[in-house]
């Protein structure tokens, strides 16, 4: 959020600012990617951890801030940040168990589901603990 003027109106964004932003975006995505591939091993399951950062942050996050007139600023960025830390963490802990029914010999079908519903109250319990 832009500081305000003693007249209460807020000052726009620079242009550079905004040109910043949406040249560094999309190097940021590209670099959680690398860093979560050496733990995962798989370039398919990194892939589907790369493309749920996007979804989630400019559709779903930015959407429902800008139709309540929130703007970003230092406070909502760390609030994005450790939300995409979190979002990352429960992907990559639900692809884990995933994986491990598959494994176990479960059809592709029925290994989704009994994953994910082996892990649905931990990844719960982890974000209220988050949010409290």
């Known amino acids: 959020m832009c500081p305000a003027r003693p007249s209460g109106r807020r000052r726009p964004r620079s242009a550079q ?67 995409v830390g979190m979002l990352v963490d429960n992907t990559i802990v639900m692809l884990e168990n995933v994986y491990r029914h598959q494994r176990m010999g479960k059809s592709a079908d029925r290994a989704p589901v009994d994953a994910a519903a082996e892990v649905n109250s931990a990844i719960v319990a982890d974000a209220g603990i988050s949010l409290n």
Do not use: H
């Open 17 to 83: 600012q905004r040109a910043d932003t949406e040249q560094w975006s999309p190097g940021g995505g590209v670099l959680a990617m690398l860093v979560v591939y050496p733990f995962l091993g798989d370039s398919r399951r990194t892939l589907i951890i790369g493309t749920k950062i996007p979804i989630a942050i400019m559709v779903v996050v930015l959407m429902l801030m800008a139709s309540v007139g929130l703007t970003l600023n230092i406070m909502t960025l760390s609030g994005l940040a450790l939300g």
